[in-house]
């Protein structure tokens, strides 16, 4: 039986009505996003069609899910609320935080001995409120989350980006920062600019070495890393009808990587399927009985253009297998043309690691694929070139994989089968074969690549595909290997050509676990204590955000002008910083310490206005919380791209940081930002950029009349006396100008609540 099922059965029970009378107010056919969208109104219905891409509307989601580097300072917030239970369905899963090195059992008691106290915590506040908590080991937060909880035609919100891999199942799945969730948790309505609607239309069908992986690398090339910000991707048409369900989620899994707000597919044949095979018939059941709700009406699908703001058509007949990279997950080539830019780029052509797992690949079917190349390796004898390693996505997986004889075939190519948890795709990762900064390639099945993030190393180039291409290429250790038409040599000195994969979409004899790691809340949890030492350097209580007073802002410094990509993994890194995530003032010793500095080309190298001196971003940053002076980080495009982090945001909060002033925004960033009460600012002028140098000090010149939809006015005064004037935008509504005000979207409820 299902987890929740009568809430799935209460949304079911009203979607007839609802999406009928918004089919009415719009006055035409619905696509999938809009029937979610309209049945999921906060105020139950809605007497106006929104605007896509304009109006701030007002949603109730049907659950959460919080994965542990995130938890912490999402339930850090969510103690201050003042609430005894979480008012929606919530779970916790324990996946970021286990670091790999030499293999599951030995790496999960090293995670459980040294991250004892922020699992305890997140366990013991999970009892006290209500929430599922899933145990170090389970499994990584998203296929956890398809397994047990995702649901067709429901909506949900996660504190991770790629919590829109659950559109895999038929839902709106969005990834939103902790302060969003928080909202949800207290009972309050979770707001969302009304997105704009990106249809990807599937014609032909897949097969041989092309997978599910390879429509949305090559989405990604076509939508660039910013394509998909503020829009829904839906996906339709005959190819994908015969997707897996778990392909359909690496699908939407990697809609993060575009930048969507997020992806879904209708309810299919291959989703009940799904659901059937991952015990829950009871819900399957129920979807079949509003079928026709949990799809778009007939019309949307036979023409598209009518409906959708931006179509993409991709014939899966001829779609060629990819690998996006390196150092930025749209960067999409095919197999066969990679060693040609490759030898042009000096990207090195050995292979050192194939790296197989993470929330967008680690399914059942995608081992089976992977194990039917390692297979052939045993079979015909080719000894692999590279490193291996594995993470199944959950103790299900692993457990069934385990015993279909699937992780054996892995151990005998030599590969190392690490914990159910992200390891190396948040660098966590102990990789013992490299001394230093050596320049070298790796290949992995994630979805994220930017510099550093699997192990740390600038000069690690990494490269992602498809779990059975990524097997392929770790087995000839070569990046310009391409399976489909080149032979390797194997330990007989013969010529031998590797076969297509062959998956299994789901287990013959059905999944199977022992212990899948779940603990329910105690009904009453009112007695739990949840105690945070004082002395803690992995937790720390919070203090409510000072808000910032216009007067403060004048004569702010320039903190950094920071120059390209800027991540959050660039504002706030993750791998060895992980272990801060619920200790504010610790983890802010990260802060921007990867972003490059547009003056001198360096990381964590800024002039401090103060002294002329050269030193850390944190350090200049201190220097100026301690005199006093608030500052500004100027920015490129697409700033805080990425992590749903609200580190990101609350770092340059608590140390000072009064605005953020970009050529564009990730939408979870930028939110990020408003929620705890900075300014998320664009040029006007993109080249305005320009304008900036490093002896820089801001006034802003109308802040005290920041009303919604008026831009803002800027005086940037120059170290040679000169001075410019600029416009900058923002899409602050008048509740989230209160958010600035109080100081924060926190000190809003809490003050509501007090009242
Ligand atoms: C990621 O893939 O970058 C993460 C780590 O899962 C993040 C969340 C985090 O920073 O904790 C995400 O995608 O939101
Ligand atoms: Fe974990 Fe990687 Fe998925 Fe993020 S992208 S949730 S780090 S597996």
């Known amino acids: 039986m299902a987890f929740d099922i009568d809430m799935i059965k209460g949304v079911y029970s009203q979607m007839a009505e609802r999406v009928d009378q918004a089919r009415e107010?719009?006055?035409?056919?619905?696509?999938?996003?809009?029937?979610?969208?309209?049945?999921?109104?906060?105020?139950?219905?809605?007497?106006?069609?929104?605007?896509?891409?304009?109006?701030?509307?007002?949603?109730?989601?049907?659950?959460?899910?919080?994965?542990?580097?995130?938890?912490?300072?999402?339930?850090?917030?969510f103690m201050q609320a003042g609430k005894p239970k979480v008012a929606v369905p919530t779970t916790v899963h324990c996946d970021h935080l286990i670091q790999a090195k030499s293999g599951a059992v030995a790496d999960l008691k090293v995670a459980n001995a040294t991250s004892e106290e922020v699992f305890n915590f997140l366990e013991s506040v999970s009892n006290k409120y209500g929430i599922g908590f899933w145990k170090p080991g389970a499994g990584i937060i998203?296929?956890?989350?398809?397994?047990?909880?995702?649901?067709?035609?429901?909506?949900?919100?996660?504190?991770?980006?790629?919590?829109?891999?659950a559109g895999g199942l038929g839902m709106l799945a969005i990834g939103v920062g902790g302060a969003d969730a928080v909202d949800v948790m207290a009972g309050m309505a979770w707001e969302l600019?009304?997105?704009?609607?990106?249809?990807?239309?599937?014609?032909?069908?897949?097969?041989?070495?092309?997978?599910?992986?390879?429509?949305?690398?090559?989405?990604?090339?076509?939508?660039?890393?910013?394509?998909?910000?503020?829009?829904?991707?839906?996906?339709?048409?005959?190819?994908?009808?015969?997707?897996?369900?778990?392909?359909?989620?690496?699908?939407?899994?990697?809609g993060a990587e575009i930048g969507a707000t997020t992806s879904t597919f209708g309810y299919d044949a291959s989703m009940e399927r799904y659901l059937r095979a991952t015990d829950r018939n009871d819900v399957a059941d129920a979807a079949n009985e509003v079928k026709a709700h949990l799809t778009a009406d007939p019309e949307v699908y036979a023409q598209p253009e009518k409906y959708f703001d931006e179509i993409i058509e991709i014939d899966l007949n001829?779609?060629?297998?990819?690998?996006?990279?390196?150092?930025?997950?749209?960067?999409?080539?095919?197999?066969?043309?990679?060693?040609?830019?490759?030898?042009a780029n000096d990207w090195p052509l050995k292979v050192d690691w194939g790296l197989i797992g993470s929330c967008t690949n680690s399914s059942y079917e995608d081992l089976t694929r992977a194990a039917s190349i390692a297979k052939q390796a045993i079979d015909k004898k080719i000894k692999p070139k590279s490193d291996f390693g594995i993470n199944p996505g959950s103790e299900q997986i692993r457990f069934t994989a385990e015993r279909d004889g699937l992780l054996q075939i892995f151990e005998e190519v030599g590969a190392t089968i690490f914990t159910n948890a992200c390891g190396p795709c948040i660098g966590q990762w102990d990789r013992s074969d490299l001394k230093g900064d050596e320049k070298n390639t790796i290949v992995h099945s994630?979805?994220?690549?930017?510099?550093?993030?699997?192990?740390?190393?600038?000069?690690?180039?990494?490269?992602?595909?498809?779990?059975e291409m990524v097997a392929a290429i770790a087995i000839s250790g070569r990046l310009d290997f391409d399976p489909m038409n080149d032979t390797l040599i194997n330990e007989d000195g013969e010529a031998v050509k590797l076969d297509m994969p062959l998956g299994i979409e789901l287990p013959v004899n059905g999944f199977a676990v022992e212990d899948a790691g779940f603990i329910a809340p105690d009904e009453d949890g009112s007695g739990v204590s949840v105690k945070v030492s004082p002395t803690s350097e992995r937790l720390q209580l919070l203090e409510s955000f000072q808000p910032i007073e216009n007067e403060s802002l004048a004569g702010a410094?320039?903190?950094?002008?920071?120059?390209?990509?800027?991540?959050?993994?660039?504002?706030?890194?993750?791998?060895?910083?992980?272990?801060?995530?619920?200790?504010?003032?610790?983890?802010?010793?990260?802060?921007?310490?990867?972003?490059?500095?547009?003056?001198?080309?360096?990381?964590?190298?800024?002039?401090?206005?103060?002294?002329?001196?050269?030193?850390?971003?944190?350090?200049?940053?201190?220097?100026?919380?301690?005199?006093?002076?608030?500052?500004?980080?100027?920015?490129?495009?697409?700033?805080?791209?990425?992590?749903?982090?609200?580190?990101?945001?609350?770092?340059?909060?608590?140390?000072?940081?009064?605005?953020?002033?970009?050529?564009?925004?990730?939408?979870i960033h930028e939110t990020n930002l408003k929620k705890q009460g900075m300014l998320g600012l664009t040029f006007v002028n993109e080249s305005d950029y320009d304008?900036?140098?490093?002896?820089d000090t801001f006034n802003f010149v109308d802040i005290a009349s920041f009303k919604a939809g008026?831009?803002?006015?800027?005086?940037?005064?120059?170290?040679?006396?000169?001075?410019?004037?600029?416009?900058?935008?923002?899409?602050?509504?008048?509740?989230?100008?209160?958010?600035?005000?109080?100081?924060?979207?926190?000190?809003?409820?809490?003050?509501?609540?007090a009242a």
């Open 318 to 343: 001829t779609l060629k297998p990819h690998l996006n990279g390196p150092f930025t997950p749209d960067l999409a080539t095919p197999v066969g043309e990679l060693g040609e830019k490759a030898k």
């Open 557 to 667: 410094k320039l903190l950094i002008k920071a120059q390209g990509k800027c991540t959050t993994d660039h504002i706030s890194m993750a791998g060895p910083w992980l272990r801060f995530r619920g200790h504010l003032d610790n983890i802010a010793n990260n802060t921007l310490i990867g972003a490059v500095n547009a003056f001198n080309q360096k990381t964590n190298f800024v002039k401090n206005q103060l002294t002329g001196e050269y030193m850390g971003v944190p350090d200049a940053q201190r220097a100026y919380k301690a005199a006093g002076i608030k500052t500004i980080v100027v920015g490129d495009h697409n700033y805080g791209e990425g992590s749903s982090r609200e580190h990101a945001a609350m770092q340059p909060r608590h140390l000072g940081v009064a605005a953020v002033l970009v050529k564009s925004f990730a939408r």
């Open 446 to 467: 994630f979805n994220r690549n930017f510099s550093k993030r699997a192990d740390g190393n600038p000069n690690t180039h990494a490269f992602v595909g498809s779990p």
């Open 193 to 254: 600019k009304f997105p704009k609607l990106i249809g990807v239309k599937l014609t032909g069908n897949i097969s041989g070495w092309t997978s599910a992986k390879d429509v949305i690398l090559k989405v990604a090339g076509i939508l660039t890393v910013k394509g998909g910000t503020g829009a829904i991707v839906e996906y339709f048409g005959e190819g994908a009808l015969n997707l897996s369900c778990t392909g359909k989620g690496t699908i939407c899994n990697m």
């Open 691 to 695: 304008l900036i140098k490093e002896d």
């Open 142 to 165: 998203h296929q956890v989350v398809l397994e047990n909880y995702a649901f067709p035609g429901g909506m949900m919100i996660g504190t991770d980006s790629h919590t829109v891999n």
């Open 710 to 753: 008026q831009a803002l006015t800027i005086e940037i005064k120059h170290a040679d006396g000169t001075a410019h004037t600029i416009q900058v935008n923002h899409t602050y509504n008048d509740s989230q100008i209160g958010w600035f005000r109080e100081g924060s979207a926190l000190n809003v409820i809490k003050k509501e609540n």
């Open 25 to 77: 107010l719009v006055g035409r056919p619905l696509t999938l996003s809009e029937k979610i969208l309209y049945s999921h109104l906060w105020d139950g219905k809605s007497n106006k069609a929104f605007t896509r891409g304009k109006d701030y509307v007002d949603f109730a989601p049907d659950r959460i899910a919080c994965q542990d580097a995130t938890a912490q300072m999402a339930l850090l917030q």
